[in-house]
């Protein structure tokens, strides 16, 4: 499948892949990052909903992807899986899994993350990209 076809939320807990940490997660902001002039990293701030697996003791965390890969980000609702890092200078992280397939979403679900999408408030970044914050 191709890699912009990929998500990090499911619609669904995924019966096929295990991860230490599972949430019912909403995604409120997304800013993408240079970290090195070269390297981009999204990072995104989400509220847990719903914790379904796993030592999650915070009301919000971050999620970081890096921006080469061609996953679907940002704003949205849905199920994350990953694994959590505890970063010294930005707390709990999540690394998630990329590997919804958004072929596979409903109409209900997909027309659900294009809504949230577009009640965004969206401006470029000082590097140029867009950031998005839910209002």
């Known amino acids: 499948m191709p890699e912009a076809l990929r998500a990090i939320t499911f619609e669904q807990v995924p019966t096929d892949i295990d991860a230490p940490v599972i949430v019912e997660a909403t995604i ?3 800013t ?3 970290n090195d002039g070269v390297s ?5 701030r989400a509220r847990i909903d719903r914790v379904i697996k ?3 003791d915070v ?3 971050k ?3 890096d921006a080469k890969s061609c996953t679907r980000t940002g704003i949205g609702h849905g199920i ?3 694994r959590l890092q505890d970063h010294p200078v930005h707390g709990a992280m999540l690394e998630p899994v990329q590997d919804a397939k958004m072929l596979a979403w409903s109409k209900e679900f997909a027309q659900k993350q294009r809504d949230l999408l577009n009640s965004a408030f969206c401006v470029k970044n000082e590097y140029g990209f867009r950031e998005c914050r839910l209002t």
């Open 63 to 65: 999620i970081v992807v």
């Open 32 to 34: 993408v990052l240079r």
């Open 28 to 30: 409120q902001d997304e």
């Open 59 to 61: 009301r919000t965390l």
């Open 40 to 44: 981009q990293m999204v990072v995104m």
């Open 80 to 82: 994350v899986l990953g």
């Open 54 to 56: 796993g030592g999650i």
